[in-house]
């Protein structure tokens, strides 16, 4: 009893945040990923501090609060972030799931090394570290997955910014929660109730966010991808422009360029048809030619470069987003 005190309500909350997810947008291996990375990030973390503890000259109870704290959150999210440069998630939703289950790999090692070390204890122990350290060590890569994932359209040092912020926001809130402001159990029962809460709301707004963006692009590309079959491209301003820049190019990446811009447009509205079956409960039947679209897309990348897409920026800002959707498909 013990030992599922301890690890079961951090497993049961994960559930519970996919469970909340209507579009399925993470994917069961990145899930699994991300367990598999917070179980490494306990690992290290445990001999970072070991290390370190050693060699910094303070009280263990000081080391608790502010260095502990710092060195988990570093390597917790650094996992996070990786997934984020992958281009592996794209919405809130998406964050908040992966950053807990990486929080959730983390104190599944923590609660079991604990669980070895204390022998046999009274089960108030676990109950306070299953509900409480064990849901704070998931929530707090949650809530800097929400942050980083909100702000990951911004550009430069405004970007760079909010996911600092985002970092020591999740610092804090590990910080204070091992001043022990209250009493343990106290601290464990207002986690458990007001994380869900703070997330089920994250979740509406995401999900408002997402249905909206679908809406708004679903449109505007399926007007685009007309034109361009119907030969009245060149009469859109998106076209106007192609052709205006076309001396700057040889003749045959001008129309590589149209090429990648019309498969573009077609992954594009297959990845949000897929999003609005997956919301709708729709089984997904495999399609053969997404695979041949994906490699024509991927070879005309490399035709038109660094160049050619920088040419298309005024008409076509390929965002996290826009990468993210792509990669829904493979």
């Known amino acids: 009893m013990n030992i599922i005190s301890g690890l079961l309500p951090v497993i049961i909350f994960l559930g519970f945040l996919i469970y909340l997810d209507s579009f399925k947008l993470v994917k069961p291996a990145t899930i699994i990923y991300c367990l598999l990375a917070g179980v490494a990030g306990s690992l290290l973390a445990f001999y970072v501090n070991t290390s370190l ?14 260095f502990a704290p710092f060195v988990e959150e570093t390597i917790k ?20 799931i992966t950053g807990f289950a990486i929080g959730a790999g983390f104190a599944l090692v923590e609660n079991t090394y604990y669980w070895n070390v204390l022998g046999p204890t009274s089960i108030w122990i676990w109950v ?33 910014i ?14 204070l929660y091992n001043h022990f402001i209250l009493s ?16 089920t709301i994250i979740f509406q707004k995401s999900e408002d966010s997402l249905r909206k963006w679908l809406e708004v692009e679903f449109d505007t590309e399926a007007k685009l991808i007309a034109e361009i079959r119907n030969g009245t491209f060149s009469s859109t301003k998106a076209g106007s422009y192609i052709v205006s820049i076309k001396n700057r190019f040889r003749p045959e990446i001008i ?5 990648f811009v019309r498969v573009y447009l077609e992954l594009s509205i297959r990845a949000k048809s897929v999003l609005l079956m997956k919301e709708a409960g729709f089984e997904i039947a495999k399609d053969d030619s997404v695979e041949e679209k994906l490699k024509e897309f ?3 990348q490399k035709s038109i470069g660094k160049t050619g897409k ?21």
């Open 53 to 66: 503890s050693v060699h910094v000259l303070v009280s263990a109870t000081f080391y608790s609060r502010y």
């Open 162 to 175: 909010y996911y600092l912020a985002g970092f020591i926001l999740a610092v804090a809130i590990h910080s």
């Open 128 to 160: 306070i570290r299953g509900l409480g350290t064990a849901v704070m060590h998931g929530g707090v890569v949650a809530t800097a997955g929400i942050v980083f994932m909100a702000y990951s359209g911004e550009k430069g040092k405004r970007k760079t």
């Open 255 to 259: 129309v590589d360029i149209v090429c």
């Open 77 to 96: 999210i650094s996992f996070l972030y990786l997934l984020i440069k992958k281009n592996k998630i794209g919405f809130m939703i998406d964050g908040a």
């Open 298 to 300: 991927s070879y005309l």
């Open 310 to 330: 920088l040419a298309l920026a005024p008409v076509f800002r390929f965002k996290s987003k826009d990468i993210w959707k792509i990669n829904l498909l493979k």
């Open 184 to 199: 343990p159990l106290n601290s464990a029962v207002i986690i458990f109730i007001t994380l869900p809460v703070f997330i």
